[in-house]
């Protein structure tokens, strides 16, 4: 089993600046692609930015220019730099990851608690 814990959600004003964090552990060998999520109140949860294994990203057009994803695969953790924010990003976000327990074991998808990004006008 492996757990993913969520950092850096809070307020700020438009304009501002947030950095969200994601460290995995436990039994973990490979974690393959990893992401994040966000869902704001009364609406579905949505797709944010994708990086792969060897950090090839993608991102939604809403967040293109303004939201850069990354990863330190020797810290196994996951980060979301997001600046320039509007209040249209206050949502929970979610990261997620696919962690392989061992060599011959097929990746499962783990998801992290969420953290809170609210932005102000």
């Known amino acids: 089993q492996a757990q993913l814990v969520e950092s850096g959600g809070g307020l700020v004003q438009a304009g501002g600046s947030l950095r969200l964090s994601c460290a995995a552990s436990?039994?973990?060998?490979?974690?393959?692609?990893m992401g994040w999520y966000r869902q704001a109140p009364g609406k579905q949860r949505d797709l944010v930015a994708t990086?792969?294994?060897?950090?090839?990203?993608n991102y939604v057009d809403s967040v293109k220019g303004r939201f850069t994803i990354s990863r330190d695969n020797a810290k196994n953790t996951l980060y979301l730099q997001m600046n320039s924010l509007k209040p249209e990003d206050t949502a929970v976000y979610y990261c997620?990851?696919?962690?392989?327990?061992?060599?011959?074991?097929?990746?499962?998808?783990?998801w992290g608690q969420g953290t809170q990004v609210t932005v102000s006008s």
């Open positions: 990086i792969s294994s060897i950090g090839r990203t």
């Open positions: 436990g039994s973990i060998f490979s974690i393959y692609v």
């Open positions: 997620y990851a696919a962690v392989a327990s061992s060599a011959y074991g097929a990746p499962d998808t783990y």
